[in-house]
């Protein structure tokens, strides 16, 4: 309590920032492919295994997940980095590797939203005449999922990962308390802890802040993934 509450939050936001990205970097990278495999075996084994796990991690907490990491990998591989502090500034490389592990938990429910989300688009686009038209007319099967299946089915999948960033950067609060990590959650709940009632304040007015840009950034996406709604607009 007082100090200036701008250094503070210059000092832990970065980590915060970059938990956030990674985890929203490996949600995409787990729960579009997800989504996809499961709309295009729709019925079968692999939709029901990828639907089995996406349920799982929609279910479990983080910090049970984040919880069991630690241990299981302080048992198995304590070489490996899961705890204490991250320098993003003198240590790039070793800063991500620490934070690799929090971010796959905090990515987990994320992913599975973004499964989900790919899953319903993929299954209505497949239906639609263009999709047997590009196949008749010889496009391969990964060209006319991915072109023509993926392409058209972005937009309610992009709302999904926009309503995932934010959700990530409310559940940092927790993963960077699991992992002791000295982002802006955990300023914030030592700031709530001490009473400082001016920190908390900045720090929400912060949090709040880069939900409302990452929903502009979500809408200005729409003009560049459907040309449909620039000609409307």
């Not at 500034?89 to 499964?115: C, E, K, N, W, Y």
């Not at 991915?146 to 934010?166: C, D, E, K, M, Q």
């Amino acid at each position: 309590m007082g100090l200036p509450v701008a250094p503070q939050i210059a000092s832990h936001l970065p980590v915060t920032l970059v938990l956030t990205a990674l985890s929203l970097v490996i949600a995409i990278v787990i729960g579009l492919p997800g989504g996809v495999i499961a709309a295009r075996t729709r019925g079968r084994w692999p939709d029901l295994a990828i639907r089995g796990v996406a349920l799982l991690g929609l279910s479990t907490p983080p910090f049970f997940v984040g919880v069991a990491a630690v241990l299981l990998l302080s048992i198995y591989l304590p070489s490996f980095d899961t705890l204490g502090a991250v320098d993003l500034h003198g240590d790039p490389l070793g800063g991500l590797r620490t934070l690799l592990l929090p971010a796959f938990v905090l990515s987990l429910a994320s992913a599975t939203t973004i499964m989900r989300y790919t899953r319903a688009a993929m299954l209505e686009v497949l239906k639609e005449p263009y999709m047997a038209t590009a196949r008749a007319k010889g496009a391969g099967r990964m060209r006319v999922l991915i072109r023509h299946g993926l392409r058209n089915a972005l937009l309610p999948v992009v709302t999904a990962i926009g309503v995932s960033a934010a959700h990530l950067i409310a559940g940092a609060v927790v993963v960077e308390q699991v992992f002791g990590l000295p982002g802006i959650g955990q300023l914030m709940l030592n700031a709530i802890y001490h009473r400082d009632y001016t920190q908390v304040q900045a720090t929400v007015l912060v949090v709040t802040t880069l939900v409302v840009l990452i929903n502009v950034v979500v809408d200005l996406s729409y003009y560049v993934l459907d040309p449909r709604i620039q000609q409307h607009g």
